[in-house]
Structures are given as C-alpha cells and as structure tokens.
C-alpha cells in the first residue's frame, strides 16, 4: 500500500465512528510508548469476558497445557527407555527430549484452549487470547 492511498482510505473513512476510535486508541498507545515510555493500562476485558475465558479456565488452561507436555515427555522417555534397555536416560537425553516436546507448545496450547473452550482458533490466536489472560489477569 502506498502513502498515497493510505491518505486516500482515511479521507474517505474519516467520519466513520469505528475508524475515530480506533485512530484515538492508537495515537494514546503511541504517546504511552514513545513520549510516555510507558504502557499505563491493557484493557482486554470486555473481549476475554466475549471468549468466556475467565481466571480460573485461564488456570486450567495451562494446567492441562504442562500436564499434557509432562505426559508426552513421559511417553519420548519410555519410548528411548525401551530402546535402549536401560532404566534411566542421562540428563543431556532429557534435556533433547524435553526441548523436542516443549517446540510442540502452542500446538498444544491451541488444542487444549480448543477443547476447553469449544472453539476453533488456531497456534496464532490461541496465544494472542492467552497472553492477553495473562496481562489481564
């Protein structure tokens, strides 16, 4: 998009009360965080409360996210166990395969969220809700 028809889309929107709103949101985000250097408020709670993501679902959220990875890290450890007849993994094993099942996260976080929640939301707005909990909440 050029500068040119950027003017052109605002000239042509410039009364559109959505457009004034969110053009007032961003000129307070950019005074808080180049003339301000500070961040005063998030709000996020009318469009978590939209989500139904409340803080105890927050909670649950990631309890089953990490049990979920804990439970997987236990089935990579029995699965090298078992190969190797051994009884125990050295650490630098766990360290490898808790780096492997910890990149499967926000696979995992949207899969959980999707479950809990009874919704369809993909790796990128699973996080995006559920960091905006955690700022939130």
């Given at each position: 998009?050029?500068?040119?028809?950027?003017?052109?889309?605002?000239?042509?929107?410039?009364?559109?009360?959505?457009?004034?709103?969110?053009?007032?949101?961003?000129?307070?985000?950019?005074?808080?965080?180049?003339?301000?250097?500070?961040?005063?408020?998030?709000?996020?709670?009318?469009?978590?409360?939209?989500?139904?993501?409340?803080?105890?679902?927050?909670?649950?959220?990631?309890?089953?996210?990490?049990?979920?990875?804990?439970?997987?890290?236990?089935?990579?450890?029995?699965?090298?166990?078992?190969?190797?007849?051994?009884?125990?993994?050295?650490?630098?094993?766990?360290?490898?395969?808790?780096?492997?099942?910890?990149?499967?996260?926000?696979?995992?976080?949207?899969?959980?969220?999707n479950m809990m929640m009874d919704d369809r939301l993909n790796e990128k707005e699973s996080k995006?809700?559920?960091?905006?909990?955690y700022i939130e909440f």
């Amino acid at each position: 998009m050029t500068y040119n028809a950027l003017e052109d889309w605002k000239d042509h929107f410039k009364a559109d009360p959505k457009l004034k709103a969110l053009s007032k949101e961003l000129i307070s985000i950019h005074d808080d965080v180049f003339k301000k250097q500070k961040i005063s408020q998030f709000d996020f709670d009318k469009e978590l409360e939209d989500a139904g993501l409340t803080k105890e679902l927050y909670i649950m959220v990631y309890r089953k996210i990490w049990a979920s990875l804990r439970h997987d890290l236990y089935l990579e450890i029995q699965s090298v166990k078992n190969e190797t007849h051994k009884l125990e993994i050295s650490q630098e094993k766990f360290d490898e395969l808790w780096e492997e099942v910890f990149m499967r996260f926000d696979t995992v976080r949207a899969d959980v969220y999707n479950m809990m929640m009874d919704d369809r939301l993909n790796e990128k707005e699973s996080k995006i809700i559920m960091l905006k909990a955690y700022i939130e909440f």
